[in-house]
């Protein structure tokens, strides 16, 4: 079915572990973002990537790597977890216009560290 | 750094009822949009409004747009259960990045 899947939904890791979070688009959309959500900060933007192998920052990097070998993908890998980084991530994506396009959500990864 | 800011942080209405919600934000936009984002779900993109638009429609949904007073507002006309969800505004940041700005949202609770 076309659409964006994140896996897993939800994962419990401890501090100090790498742990990947994956997102899949069928769409072939360009642009893939993902963003974290915390109550009292709204959804902020770690990183968005235009194309593949193209990516750049955004609002909270720090601490988060990511890469786009394929359009389909954009996976999302936080290198050694802290507390701080217990949070709802989503990944979207969107198509490239002049001006800004609706974005497409995932239905989010869950993920607590302890 | 929020662009949108939501008003107000909680609405609580009887079903059968228009439910009116609002979004301030801070720096010149090219386009406005509108998600909802039901429990446990991602955001669903509702509706886009272009800087030089005042009103815009869809089905029960109707938005207004401000570009002086830099603020939108949502109406959620004859409210129904399913209508229960958080509401997000979002701003671009630089026309043709694609990179939207959220506010916090404005929980919205529809009672039968």
């Known amino acids: 079915d076309a659409g964006i899947t994140q896996s897993p939904r939800y994962k419990i890791t401890e501090t100090g572990r790498q742990v990947t979070l994956m997102c899949h688009q069928t769409w072939s959309h360009s642009y893939m973002f993902w963003y974290r959500q915390d109550l009292g900060h709204g959804l902020r933007l770690i990183y968005y990537s235009a194309a593949a192998d193209i990516t750049d920052k955004g609002e909270v990097p720090d601490g988060y790597v990511v890469s786009r070998s394929k359009t389909e993908n954009f996976p999302l890998t936080l290198e050694s977890a802290t507390r701080s980084q217990t949070s709802v991530y989503f990944c979207?994506?969107?198509?490239?216009?002049?001006?800004?396009?609706?974005?497409?959500f995932g239905d989010g990864t869950r993920l607590s560290i302890l | 750094s929020q662009q949108g800011e939501e008003d107000p942080q909680a609405l609580s209405i009887q079903e059968g009822e228009n439910a009116t919600m609002n979004c301030s934000y801070k720096t010149s936009i090219n386009n406005l949009q509108w998600y909802r984002q039901n429990s446990g779900r991602g955001l669903v993109h509702l509706i886009l409004i272009r800087s030089n638009e005042r009103e815009k429609h869809s089905g029960r949904l109707r938005v207004t747009l401000d570009t002086s007073k830099k603020s939108s507002s949502l109406l959620i006309t004859a409210s129904r259960a399913a209508d229960t969800a958080s509401y997000f505004c979002?701003?671009?940041?630089?026309?043709?990045?694609?990179?939207?700005?959220f506010g916090q949202g404005t929980r919205l609770t529809i009672n039968p």
């Open positions: 979207a994506s969107s198509s490239p216009g002049i001006s800004n396009q609706p974005q497409h």
């Open positions: 979002a701003t671009d940041v630089l026309q043709g990045a694609q990179k939207l700005v």
